[in-house]
């Protein structure tokens, strides 16, 4: 494919190196000539366009006639949605992509037509989400009494418990491992069961005894 990249910084670069490495051709346009020169330097190819990616001839001499893709990977909101406006509405043919810094901005964009629009903060808060819900202990249910719950756990690629089977696992007494989820496929184990990272367990065990399951089954 032909990508466009609007924006030479340290993301821009790095993603021209990634996209060039799997057999892309690719233009780099870059408004502060010096970052073009460096930018051709670090990469070893004249890749680099100067000129304002929010402007329709630079983009028009940049190749967008015939891009399938054109990324807007500025540090500014405004410039990303204006680059991938003009590509759209002007140039018609490229699907846009738009890197935004603000993620109460990613709303307009899409409503706007953006094909796909990314917020670092929302990527980060992601892979932060689901390591705490790997960590975490979830109580699925109390039953009657209140001194035996369900809960819920999943097992992380760093869980010590990975690739052993359930019978060599030392639980706290009274936690009993009910059933697995796998691959969508809910299992009932037995003791020659073998743990698998991603696997998500359902376990009764007395309310307390987290702690102990969490360094048997996380680690």
């Not at 924006?7 to 000539?33: F, M, N, P, R």
């Not at 929010?54 to 410039?79: Q, S």
């Not at 899409?110 to 975490?136: A, F, Y």
């Not at 376990?203 to 702690?211: D, F, L």
């Amino acid at each position: 494919m032909f990508i466009i990249v609007v924006g030479g910084g340290k993301l821009g670069t790095y993603l021209a190196k990634a996209l060039l490495e799997q057999q892309h051709e690719v233009i780099v346009i870059e408004k502060d000539e010096r970052k073009a020169q460096r930018l051709s330097q670090f990469l070893e190819r004249e890749i680099a366009h100067v000129g304002d990616g929010c402007d329709p001839l630079v983009l028009e001499e940049a190749g967008v006639m015939r891009a399938d893709v054109v990324i807007a990977d500025t540090g500014d909101d405004e410039d990303n949605l204006v680059i991938c406006l003009v590509t759209k509405r002007k140039f018609h043919k490229p699907r846009t992509i738009a890197r935004i810094n603000n993620p109460k901005n990613k709303q307009i964009f899409e409503e706007l037509g953006i094909d796909s629009v990314i917020s670092g903060t929302e990527v980060v808060m992601k892979i932060v989400q689901q390591e705490v819900n790997v960590r975490d202990i979830s109580p699925l249910m109390t039953f009657k009494g209140g001194n035996l719950e369900l809960v819920q756990l999943s097992i992380p690629a760093t869980s010590p418990a990975s690739h052993r089977r359930l019978a060599q696992l030392q639980l706290p007494k009274h936690a009993v491992i009910v059933a697995l989820e796998r691959a969508g496929d809910l299992l009932v184990p037995d003791g020659d069961t073998e743990v698998n990272a991603g696997d998500t367990m359902l376990i009764v065990t007395q309310p307390g005894a987290a702690p102990e399951l969490k360094a048997q089954l996380v680690g």
